[in-house]
């Protein structure tokens, strides 16, 4: 917490912290209007994915500690798309946490517009962003002292190896991302497919939240990455994404909000199980 | 050129040479909509940023070899602000040469939507991408042939010594650049503020076009960048970008298009004369 008079604000890591702990699981879930994704009976369109993002979003009330949109999937719409993006986040419950997936990188004011264009005008509570840049070009989102920026540490494609690999540049941006968390709302996005570097990594940064992606479809070890990814001491949470297992399986016909809900809880128990293996009952 | 039956057609690094050909000097020229570089009479709306693009754009006509859309600073006004941007675009005249200046970068699927957005969506005929994760990432934007895609090398904010500049990061960008460059549509970003680092670069990848920001009101060496940057054999375009540069005074009460037409000419002979210098009289 920090002191302020005679209250005490959360830091935008104990804010993420407290929205897994009221969803019950520290889990995120994805929003991306991607035409493989539909139920049957959505329109690849505006409107269709319209109604497939409130149906994910309705059915997981309450389930989910984070929503997480990825833009690319709303940009590729082109300016509606962009539309698309702002109405679906307007229209979410207030108090929803909301991820900005947007790994956004520039310097100077560019960097600023990149951050404001997230936290103000979209109105995020947290975004990825790239770090290749450096300091600076990480600050002006840092600046949003309330908001989480999560750095780009190691993701789980093969190119991870041409760049990040070599030299442990994953390991050296964890170590920056550690020391630039004057604010407390810093985290890294570490992928879930390589656990013995994501060891190395939280080792580099014993304090900072994770956003592990790839436990999902992507064919991440959920229980290891969940025992790699473990914050030596409490409330630093670790929140694990899915986009894809939420959703009903292609071809079947069902109830799509009844499908999501199912599914979401199936999520839900095997993280909470993962995590509850590794801290010996808590969630984080 | 690459043949196809009897017909020749020119590949994207080709298309940004005969671009700065036509237009006699290889400057792009930047689309910004910012409060700070808004003539006095220009309100700082949705409606006076439109107003100052197109004067931009109508004051420059047939000088510039290409515009770069900023799309960070149209990102920062919202959905109208994206609307904006692509309005502007659609506007242009015909055969504008238009770069998107958005750094984007992920992986998988999400890396093929963000070069959707950017090569079909809004019709860009190159863009900036942040090479981090490494060539799967890059790869779906060097998947449009047709189009130039330019790697971020090094830039010339002070971050960039936290992580290009450390084992000469910004060096095996350059060479795995010049590997990926399969259909001769492969630049690289290269900041104009170290020139013996862009010679280091121009080394390690001697064929392909360099986008060198900074040469206007960044302070860059434009002499110091233009012989840094030249490539060893001809027709490998390198563009010099500025934005502030040709804008007009604060504080001047002047005509805005006047003033604009008067710098760019400016820039260009200078642009011209430092790539004279190192060239012996032929402009790439």
């Known amino acids: 917490m920090v002191d302020v008079g005679s209250a005490s604000i959360p830091t935008a890591i104990e804010r993420l912290a407290l929205s897994c ?9 994805g929003l991306e209007p991607c035409e493989e994704y539909l139920p049957a009976g959505f329109r690849p369109d505006i409107g269709g994915y ?5 149906t994910v979003v309705d059915a997981t009330a ?4 984070a929503y997480k949109f990825n833009l690319a999937f709303f940009e590729a719409l082109g300016a509606s798309g962009v539309e698309l993006l702002y109405r679906v986040r307007q229209q979410l419950p207030p108090d929803t946490y909301v991820i900005a997936d947007a790994k956004r990188c520039d310097i100077g004011s560019s960097a600023r517009r990149y ?6 005008s979209l109105g ?5 962003v790239n770090p290749l840049l450096g300091r600076d070009s990480v600050e002006p989102f840092l600046e949003y002292s309330d ?8 993701t789980s494609n093969p ?9 442990a540049l994953y390991r050296r941006i964890a170590e920056a991302a550690s020391a630039w968390n004057t604010r407390q709302n810093c985290g890294l996005v570490v992928g879930a497919t390589q656990a013995s570097l994501a060891a190395e990594i939280r080792k580099a940064a014993p304090s900072l939240p994770f956003l592990v992606p790839g436990v999902g ?3 991440g070890d959920l229980r290891g990455a969940a025992k790699a990814a473990r914050a030596p001491e409490g409330n630093v949470p670790v929140l694990f994404h899915v986009t894809r297992g939420i959703l009903p399986d292609k071809g079947k016909s069902c109830d799509p909000a009844a499908a999501i809900l199912e599914k979401t809880r199936n999520w839900r128990s095997q993280i909470n199980e993962a995590v509850a293996r590794v801290t010996g009952g808590t969630i984080e």
Do not use: C, M
Request: positive net charge; glycine residues 10%.
């Open 62 to 65: 309450g389930q989910a500690a």
């Open 147 to 154: 908001r989480l920026s999560f750095l780009l540490a190691l």
């Open 21 to 29: 702990r009221r969803a019950g699981s520290p889990i995120s879930i």
């Open 217 to 219: 479809a992507q064919g």
């Open 50 to 54: 319209e109604r497939f993002l409130r």
């Open 159 to 167: 190119g991870a190896a041409d760049f990040l690999a070599p030299g």
């Open 115 to 120: 951050a404001q264009a997230l936290y103000e």
């Open 124 to 128: 995020a509570d947290a975004a990825t």
